[in-house]
């Protein structure tokens, strides 16, 4: 019994100490908060390595995938619908947080100052047979509940979570909002790069106070981008529309869709914005 520990205690530190590693997270969010029942899916991927990791959509990884192996043989591939554009950077010597976004169309990047105060508990759970410990933070406006595993030695976890003495299995939100759920985990053979897009253009670096007022801005005119841009035309119906006019038309559309993404993980940022409106 002893021996048999033994070997599985090396074999936990050899299959942890593998400098490339991959996890797999299912992440489920409720957007409208007056709609609690419409529970939303994603699978979200951590890429770990030596001195950084990755974590992002698959749906985005796959959709800039294609775009760039059509690019190569010069075919142009209309880029696969996905819901989460953000791929968030961690910085595992320097312990420092950025991520990439798009609003509008530009892309962002954008470095955030995160200090996560972790209080850890004395309550334990199994996930995936590992044995898991409980851990409490504040962070975006919320509380969050983690469960961690000190067996896999990396500092790590999904979003912007680390700083635990071991990885996040999962996290989360104190009202179900958003939820974390590790589900599969594997070896990389080399150090992972994201497959940018070819056809996109630089991203521009944004301090984060910046950032939270571009974001803010297109939630208010999420077409001024699109101003001076769409010339007047007439379908195939012989319906004629000014520029100005379907820009309105995307608009409302727009604006409806953002209205029901009233529960952002981040949700300190409308609620500070709802303030500053009031005074």
Known sequence: MRSLLKLSF????????????????????????????????????????????????????????????????????????FNINEIVFKD?????????????????????????????????DEIL???????????GGRTWNAW??????????PYKFSGLPGLILKIEDKTLSHKFVLKGIKNNQSPFEYPYRKDEARETKLSHEAYIKTYLQNRTDPTAHLVGKIPDQTDSAGNFQTGEQIIREIRQKLLEKISKDNNIIEIDILKNAAKQKKK
């Open 10 to 81: 090396i074999f936990c530190i050899v299959l942890f100490s593998a400098q490339n590693k991959e996890f797999t997270y299912e992440y489920q969010f409720i957007s409208d908060s007056s709609d609690p029942k419409n529970v939303n899916s994603e699978i979200m991927i951590l890429n770990v390595g030596k001195e950084k990791s990755y974590y992002y959509s698959l749906d985005k990884y796959a959709s800039d995938s294609t775009m760039n192996q059509e690019m190569k043989k010069g075919l142009f591939a209309m880029p696969r619908p």
């Open 92 to 124: 595992l010597k320097n312990k420092t947080i950025s991520f990439e976004t798009k609003v509008g169309d530009s892309r962002y990047h954008i470095e955030q100052n995160i200090d996560l105060k972790w209080n850890l508990l004395n309550e334990f």
């Open 129 to 139: 047979n590992y044995k898991v410990q409980k851990a409490t933070t504040e962070f």
């Open 148 to 157: 961690f595993a000190k067996d896999i030695s990396i500092q790590d976890g």
